[in-house]
T-cell receptor, first 113, second 114 residues
Framework: GQSLEQPSEVTAVEGAIVQINCTYQTSGFYGLSWYQQHDGGAPTFLSYNGLDGLEETGRFSSFLSRSDSYGYLLLQELQMKDSASYFCAVRDPLPSGTYKYIFGTGTRLKVLA | DVKVTQSSRYLVKRTGEKVFLECVQDMDHENMFWYRQDPGLGLRLIYFSYDVKMKEKGDIPEGYSVSREKKERFSLILESASTNQTSMYLC?????????????FGPGTRLTVT
């Protein structure tokens, strides 16, 4: 089957660094995305890795290793507003030439003062 | 700013009713998606569309159908609502091409079937 595994919950203190891991097992792969979702809100796009390596966007970085079927989201200088759920998602190519997206079950991040 | 809107934030329907969930995007995106979100299960793809009048099944299409008559509008239809379809429904859109990996989500419709 196809699956993306993430830890269900992570807790850290304000100002710290936290890493949220994602391992995937899918029939196809065309990139790994990360989304943030606050309680009651819609998921919003954070970052994308199409190739191996690190992508940095401000306090957030994302890493991908295709050979290990593994990626992570790194959040630095944590702030209270970072308390949210974080989802990884794989873009899976289809024979028709289109893509579908498979999401992980999400990691709930709690930032403590 | 990309905007994806959904017709209702909250909806309560009775078992057996036909339910229509509407989604409209204003960025001329080719791709549109319907997901349902349940605690502990993440987002699961129901149906998606890459062009007007075109649709493809996602991972959990049973009990649902869709319609895309215009590029900006993608409707999800529950033919005969059942209690196990109580969920949060999220619509999303994305462009074709290099940035197709970036999906824009609507605020969601929380559907309760009683």
């Amino acid at each position: 089957g196809q699956s993306l595994e993430q830890p269900s919950e992570v807790t850290a203190v304000e100002g710290a660094i936290v890493q949220i891991n994602c391992t995937y097992q899918t029939s196809g792969f065309y990139g790994l995305s990360w989304y943030q979702q606050h309680d009651g809100g819609a998921p919003t796009f954070l970052s994308y890795n199409g190739l191996d390596g690190l992508e940095e966007t401000g306090r957030f970085s994302s890493f991908l290793s295709r050979s290990d079927s593994y990626g992570y989201l790194l959040l630095q200088e944590l702030q209270m507003k970072d308390s949210a759920s974080y989802f990884c998602a794989v873009r899976d190519p289809l024979p028709s030439g289109t893509y579908k997206y498979i999401f992980g079950t999400g990691t709930r991040l709690k930032v403590l003062a | 700013d990309v905007k994806v809107t959904q017709s209702s934030r909250y909806l309560v329907k009775r078992t057996g009713e036909k339910v229509f969930l509407e989604c409209v995007q204003d960025m001329d995106h080719e791709n549109m998606f319907w997901y349902r979100q349940d605690p502990g299960l993440g987002l699961r793809l129901i149906y998606f569309s890459y062009d007007v009048k075109m649709k493809e099944k996602g991972d959990i299409p049973e009990g649902y159908s869709v319609s895309r008559e215009k590029k900006e509008r993608f409707s999800l239809i529950l033919e005969s609502a059942s209690t196990n379809q109580t969920s949060m429904y999220l619509c999303a859109s994305s462009p074709q091409g290099a940035h197709s990996y970036e999906q824009y989500f609507g605020p969601g419709t929380r559907l309760t079937v009683t």
